[in-house]
Every structure is written in structure tokens, then in C-alpha cells.
């Protein structure tokens, strides 16, 4: 059982990170920085908890108050460029992220044992949850409740004049500006929420895996973030949700037995999904379809 | 300081390499204004491909496994066009953007199976030959390196320039209706495109394994990396921005390599480009504001 517990607590973290990519998608930026910002988080709260001693909840905020500023501070200079401009912007920046922490040492002893960031070797014993004896299962509830919480949140900013504003900026810029909507505060503030959710994520990530190192956040996992809506579909969020558990429980977990073959289909997986389904698994007429399946009369509207 | 010009001019000759993969990635930017993020993938696996002429008729003069990695190249590029670019509609460019890094991975992913993830050793030609004039020294290698990439530059140029192809990819990449209009196939000129900086990419990669002796998987994502910030730094579109940013981007890093060591160098080359992006985001040379 522990086995789909921990099954459970990758696709979690994974769907906060293409949640994270998600909102910055809805305003029409592509952004490979969410590996960047999901970094950042993990190296933050590992070193609140390990280092300062800090309980889990502060130290998740502290690093996604971090991950928020850094998106800020990236979203300004990164944003004065457009489209795929900004893809090559936000790559150079994660892999910028990564170098850093590649380079980065910052070591205390504690008790005769040195702890703390050690440039490529990472961080090792992030031990919170062991040493305050919570089980996998209750690991596992604890990051999904972050992650209903997340998607709760967005549920409700996507039916907001907020979202509705994010998605004029996504489908046409120049509609958007001429009816007066202040492009850049738009994009930074939808970067700035992705950020806080990929520090979140990143800070999650760091202390049920209790070890990371600079490899784990390199442009594969910026990949994945934003694969999770564009192959879900940005028409909801649940798309990105469904793109996960299909990702890790299936692309990943399901096709174990192939061995080393698994890593062959799944990039051509990623082509041929877009081929056949270029709007994402949950584009507009897949949902209205569930609507209606599932939402009686109200949803065929 | 002759360390400093040591590095500097080792680090240019290089840098043409990077002015190739920057050209590909501006030459498809240009005609069809989506990014290909497999495009320097494809080229190290044209490199590789080349490799193949070696295991057929083993002792093959270089010059044939690089012509080979220049034809597998252009084959990838192919393959890449149909693969990511045919199918998926035009008004998706989220889609195509995510196929392309679906073919990132997959190309990536071929050569760890097919070598076991180790560097395989490459030829290279004149890699005997030292120039010197007192303590500096060329090395025969890179400046093959660098006279190969400037002819095929200058080929390039010239297909752009003097040939019908290259009339009508000018015009798809100016306005692609108004292209279609005259009679241009739009859709054969963007393949033809994604054929020729395949062709690059493949001579490309060849000479970054001649350079370095070896090839390795791990060549692709720094390669991807660099080739995008020369495209940045040149301006997107221009392909003489490509070059002069290549050559500027392969000088710097060797010179940053030289002071502050191969494992921060490339955290100096981002901060290049943010300099770039924050100062100067047009580039070097920016294409003039377009109309539409």
C-alpha cells in the first residue's frame, strides 16, 4: 500500500507544479522557469526546517512567499519580452537556478554531523517528517490537501473577473490592452502566483524525498511542468490534474516493465499526444461533453 | 592578458559552432515564428549518425563521417517538420512548442540506448597542427572548426541570397499569405527549412565533436541552452545577429571559464543574456518592427 501512498504523494507534488504553470499559461506565456521557482522553495524549506529548526506549515510559506518573490523579480525584465522570447528567458533562468545550486555550499555541524546544501552532491537528511514519526499515508493526505486547496483556489480565480482577465491577456494581447487592462501587471501577478505555488510544491517535494541535489531540477522538470496543462488542456484545471496521474501513474509507474525502452516512448508519447490532440485531453468539446454527461440540464448550455 | 586573448581566441573559434546551432533555431523562428526546441538534439544526433559511417567501413577518413553527419542531419530536420510541425494546426503554437520538446527528449533519449549513455570518441581533422607565434598558439582543430562553419555560413547565405528557394523563404518568413498568394508553397518551404538548419545542425554537431574529441548525451541541454541565447542575444530572426552573438557568446565563456572556473561560467553567460534582455531585449540586430 505504502507503494500507491508514495504513488499518490509524486503525482501531488507534480500537479502543484503544473498547477503553478498552469496560471502563467492562462495569460499566453510559456514559462520554463516553474523548475527554477520549484527549486528555489525546496532549497528554502529543506534549510528552514533542517538548519533553523523551523516547523513544516512556516517554513512551506517562507518558501512560497520566496518562490513569489523571485517570480516577481524574474517577471519584470523577462516579461519586457514576448512569446517565445520569454521561453528562452525563462529557460536561461532555470537553468541559471540550477548552477546556482549547483555552486552553492552552506554547511552547519550540528551534533557531529555536517549539515546543510553541498554544491553537486545536494542536500541530504531533510528528515522532518521521519523524525516526527508521520506515516506515508498521513505524508500523502497532507500534500493533497494542499493540492485540493491549490485547485480550489484557482477554481475559483479562473470564474473570477480576475481569470477572465488572465484569459483575454492569453487569447488576444493587443484586445486586452485596448479595453485597458494593465498587460504587465497581469502577467507579473500570474507569474508571481505561480511562482508561490511552484515554492510550495518545491518545498513539499523537498521534505518527502529528504534528499535533493541541483540534477533534479533541470529543464526535464521544467518539461514536465509544462506539460501537465498543455497536455491536460487549459480549459480547467482538473485537465492538469488528469495530466499527472496519466504522466507519473502511467507514462512513468504503468510502463515500468518496458525498462529502458519507457524512456524512448515517452518523448514520442509527448509528440504523438500533440498530434492527436493539440487542444489538450480536456479541450473545450471533451468538457462540455462531461458537462453534460455528468451536469444534467445547467451544463448543456 | 595573453591568457586573457589565449581564451578569448580559442573560445571565438568555437563560438562558430554555437553561431550554427543560433542560426537554426533563428532560420526556423524566422520562416514560421515557432521556436523547435529539438534543434540542437537533432544536431548532436546527426553527429552521432555520422559516427555510423565509422562502424560500417572502419577507418573512414573524417571528412566522410562528417558529410554523413551533415546528411543525417538534414534527414532529423525532416523528421522533426513532420513529426512536430505538419500535423498540429498552425493556430496552436502550445502544441507544436510541446511536440518539439517531446522530440528533445526522445532524440536524448535514442542516444542513451544506443551507447549506453558513454561518450563515444569523434574524429577530427588536423587536430595534430599547432600554430604559434610565441607563447600563443592556435590550435588546427578549432580553426578547421571555425572555417568550416564560416563556409557553410557563406553557403547558406548564398541559398538565401541568390537562389529561388531562398527568394521564396524569404517571402514566406516576411508574410507567409501574401507568400502563399503569389504561388509559394508555404507548407514545402517551411519542410525545405527545417531540411537546411537540419543540414547545419548535423555539421553543427560534428564539429562540436571534433572540437571537444568526444560526444555525449549530455552535449544536448547546454547546447539547446546557448544555441537559444545566441538567437536572443543576435535578435530573433537575423541570422548575422546569429553569428556575431555566437562568436561573442563562445569568447566569453572560454574567458569566463578561464577566470572563474567550468562550473560557473555558464551562470555568466545567463546573466549575458538578462543584461541583453533587460537593456537591449530587441538583440543585437533587430529585425525592424514588422506590420502585422
New interface residues.
Partial sequence: MDFYFGLAQIIGVHTLLGLSAYIV?LTGQ?SMAQAGFFAVGAYAAGMLTVLAGWAILPALAASSLLGAAVACAVGF??L??K???L???T???G??VR??F??FDYQVARGGVKLGPLG?EGFRQIRYFPENGWTTMQVMLFIWIFVVLVMAILWWLDRSRYGAVLRAVGEDELAAQSVGINLTAVKVSAMTIGGAIAGLGGGIYAHYTTHIEHASF???LA?FA??YP??GGLGSVFGTVVAAIFVQGFLVEGLRFLG??R??L??????LA??LR??GFLDAPTLRWIRRVFGGKRGAA | MLDFIQSLSDGVLFGATYALIGIGFTLVFGVMHKLNLSYAAASVGGAYCGLLVLKVFAGAPPLAVFFCAFLAGGLLGYIVYLACFHFIPISNPLATLMATVGMLLLVDEVIVHQTDGMPLNYPALFDDVMLRAGEFTLRGDLLMVFVVSILCMAGLLALLYRTRLGLATRAVSQQAVAAQLCGIRVGQVNAMTFVITGLLGGIAGAMIGASVGTLSPLLTTPLTIKGLIVTVIGGLGSIPGAIVAGLLVGGFESVLQQYRGVTERDLYVMLLLFVFLVFRPGGLFAPKEGRD
Fill in positions: 499559461l510559456v525584465p523577462a519586457r519580452v512569446g517565445l522570447m521561453v528562452i528567458a529557460l536561461a533562468f537553468e541559471a548552477l546556482f549547483f555552486n553537486g533541470g529543464i526535464l518539461t509544462l506539460a498543455i497536455l529502458d525502452w524512456n524512448l515517452f518523448g514520442a508519447l509527448i509528440v500533440m498530434n493539440p487542444k
